[in-house]
């Protein structure tokens, strides 16, 4: 019990402080929906490209690449928030009022998606208002959306981890330029079969590929290889939560 008493304490603060600071507010906003726009405007005629042949067409093959996008994004730029609340000491003092400093994270990862929940809606209405067709059940949007919330647990382990060890904002190029190149050597904008050959190789490595190809599968009302790719995710879970409470131990031995 005192452990989800500090994380409600934490998350609400880490809300309070995004809703109320436009700064903070706005890019996480912002920077999706452009991404939206550009990607599922800018390139539709993708859609009729010779082996393009993807059902709830280009629009809907946009959306899940943003949402996931938005959700591991939401996760790191939390991490800023964490980083911030060392450098004013903030989280010294936190350490040493919390009796079971793992609810410090939980905590910080029930900020990180309140703060992608509202984007994730937003995101949603312009996405049905620019005409994306549906084909799942809701069974299947519920999946993909379920997933996209474990990619945001994802993105804010491992930016948890980061700030924990390093407690500076210099250290926030390592916290999204791995997310970032994770996500763009993914097929982003056509199926990996349409990749170029180098390309194709990277991205039938990478385990995005495989939540994009299972979203995209499940926004589709065709569900595939979907258990395989929640297998995958709660296996990056269970990595960056180790990462992320070493870090915490690392943290609580330097002082904060």
């Known amino acids: 019990m005192r452990t989800l008493t500090v994380a409600r304490a934490v998350g609400w603060r880490m809300l309070h402080n995004n809703f109320t ?29 010779p ?25 790191v730029f939390t991490g800023f928030g964490i980083v911030r609340d060392f450098e004013t000491g903030f989280a010294r003092r936190l350490m040493l009022a919390a009796p079971n400093r793992v609810g410090i994270l939980l905590g910080y990862a029930l900020g990180a ?5 509202l984007t994730a809606f937003i995101l949603t209405v312009v996405a049905l208002l620019a005409g994306m067709e549906v084909g799942g059940s809701g069974v ?16 804010l382990l491992w930016s948890a981890g980061v ?30 079969e349409l990749l170029a050959d180098w390309l194709e190789t990277i991205a039938r490595l990478n385990p995005v590929t495989l939540l994009l190809e ?3 599968s499940l926004i589709a009302g065709a569900p595939e290889r979907v258990g395989i790719a929640f297998t995958a995710v709660f296996a990056l879970i269970a990595g960056f939560f180790l990462w992320a409470v070493r870090g915490l131990r690392k943290a609580e031995a330097a002082g904060g």
């Open 163 to 192: 700030a924990m060890r390093l407690r500076t904002l210099q250290a926030a190029p390592l916290m999204q330029l791995p997310i970032f190149l994770a996500l763009f050597f993914a097929p982003v904008f056509v199926p990996v």
């Open 140 to 155: 299947d949007i519920f999946a993909l959306y379920a997933l996209a919330v474990l990619v945001n647990f994802v993105g």
């Open 21 to 49: 600071t436009p700064s903070l507010l706005i890019p996480g906003l912002a920077f999706p929906l452009f991404f939206f726009i550009a990607f599922a405007g800018g390139l539709s005629r993708v859609n009729d490209v």
């Open 113 to 117: 998606i309140g703060r992608w929940a």
């Open 214 to 216: 299972a979203g995209r």
């Open 51 to 75: 082996g393009f042949d993807f059902p709830a067409g280009y629009t809907a093959f946009q959306f899940v690449f943003v949402l996931l996008q938005s959700a591991a994004f939401a996760g």
